[in-house]
């Protein structure tokens, strides 16, 4: 059968990859045409447009390239059409995905799924009028989503966690600190890994005041975990006579050997929660004190990490919008590597986390409500 992916995200590429990987196990016909990136292209298929021409994020950013979004559209548009595939599947980047879904369903009649729900918990409830509308089956990733969508009589699958799967089998599982140092020419000093972002201007708010937080901790070093489909060159104004590495393409491994971790919101403090390392959430917002207002009044949700939506309580540390400070952010990084009771329990607290997640096979478990939904029935069925 033909598939027909969008995805438009480093995150969404990483997870639709073992998506396509689990249906090719499943269908031995499976042919692949998508928006997406590099790891979905080495599943085979044709790469149409990559995530990074898509990626614009606030409303400055998303009005000044109006027209490339709008030529983005309609390129896909006709791309799907022309294909005609047997199932389009449309990953989170609601903005994008769900006009794509309204033209699929209304003037293609192909059955639409939706995998990785987009965050209507948190704003834009109104939105679920539009999956019930143009969307076959809801497939997703975080327990307390099928709950909230219950409440709107709206039928959808929590299929599991991929990053639990992607943590599970990721490479160098188990590799030692000192094949890690060893590898990366790093000197033997614990670790203290940052994760600034996934797109350049999360990276330009948040890494300054992160490398301002980590001064001074002298027995630690600082390694940077480069986000996917950002050059190199990119971090150089921000790490220029600073004696830290950034390494690409390592963050799982960077993760593993670090003692603690600074997070911006996202997937990554979930993976960072998954691998067990604590963690401080900061998170810069433009004018940080009507960001918290709008945070209290307008979003319906009280958390802004995973970790935290996900036990429905604080774990970690979130310090964003006026509560972003490199004072707040330096001690929690001290509780955190020097208080052995503040430190055991987040990591206690993570295996809660991990239990309400469930077990792996979240692909395999999306594969197969697809082809049941195209009535190819899988043989083997999962359960979380």
Same mark, same amino acid.
């Given at each position: 059968m033909k598939y027909y992916f969008v995805v438009g995200e480093a995150s969404g590429d990483l997870h639709t990859s073992n998506l396509m990987k689990s249906l090719k196990a499943y269908d031995g016909n499976a042919d692949f045409r998508f928006f997406g990136g590099d790891l979905m292209a080495a599943q085979g298929g044709t790469l149409v447009k990559h995530y990074r021409e898509m990626a614009f994020m606030g409303i400055g950013p998303v009005v000044m390239n109006a027209r490339t979004i709008l030529g983005n559209l309609q390129l896909c548009k006709k791309d799907i059409a022309s294909y005609r595939p047997d199932a389009v599947v449309l990953v989170d980047y609601p903005g994008f995905n769900l006009k794509i879904a309204k033209f699929v369903k209304t003037r293609l009649n192909i059955p639409v799924f939706y995998y990785i729900s987009p965050k209507v918990w948190a704003w834009k409830e109104y939105r679920i009028k539009s999956f019930k509308k143009y969307v076959d089956e809801m497939l997703c990733i975080l327990p307390f989503e099928v709950e909230f969508y219950k409440k709107h009589n709206y039928r959808v699958h929590y299929v599991g966690n991929p990053s639990v799967d992607e943590i599970d089998t990721r490479d160098f599982k188990n590799e030692t600190f000192s094949g890690f140092i060893a590898a990366n020419e790093l000197p033997d000093r614990p670790i203290i890994a940052l994760l600034a972002g996934s797109r350049k201007q999360e990276i330009s708010r948040n890494l300054p005041s992160m490398l301002q937080a980590v001064k001074g901790f002298e027995d630690y070093q600082l390694v940077i975990a480069g986000a996917p489909g950002i050059e190199p060159g990119f971090y150089d104004k921000f790490t220029k006579g600073l004696p830290l590495k950034v390494l690409f393409n390592q963050t799982y491994r960077i993760l593993a050997q670090s003692q603690a971790a600074l997070v911006t919101s996202g997937t990554a403090t979930l993976e960072t929660a998954l691998l067990n390392?604590?963690?401080?959430?900061?998170?810069?917002?433009?004018?940080? &004190?009507?960001?918290?207002?709008?945070?209290?009044?307008?979003?319906?949700?009280?958390?802004?990490?995973?970790? *935290?939506?996900?036990?429905?309580?604080?774990?970690?540390?979130?310090? #964003?919008?006026? #509560? #972003?400070?490199?004072?707040?952010? &330096?001690?929690?990084?001290?509780?955190?590597?020097?208080?052995?009771?503040? &430190?055991?329990?987040?990591?206690? *607290?993570?295996?809660?986390? &991990?239990?309400?997640?469930? *077990?792996?096979?979240?692909?395999?478990?999306?594969?197969?409500?697809?082809?049941?939904?195209?009535?190819? *029935?899988?043989?083997?069925?999962?359960?979380?």
């Open positions: 390392v604590p963690q401080v959430v900061c998170y810069r917002m433009p004018m940080p &004190r009507l960001s918290y207002w709008a945070f209290k009044n307008i979003l319906h949700t009280p958390y802004i990490s995973l970790v *935290n939506l996900i036990c429905d309580r604080e774990v970690v540390m979130e310090f #964003f919008a006026k #509560f #972003f400070t490199v004072e707040n952010i &330096r001690k929690e990084l001290i509780q955190l590597l020097h208080v052995k009771n503040y &430190r055991k329990n987040m990591l206690d *607290n993570y295996a809660e986390m &991990r239990r309400i997640l469930g *077990n792996t096979g979240a692909s395999d478990r999306a594969a197969e409500i697809i082809l049941d939904k195209l009535g190819n *029935n899988p043989l083997k069925k999962f359960s979380i």
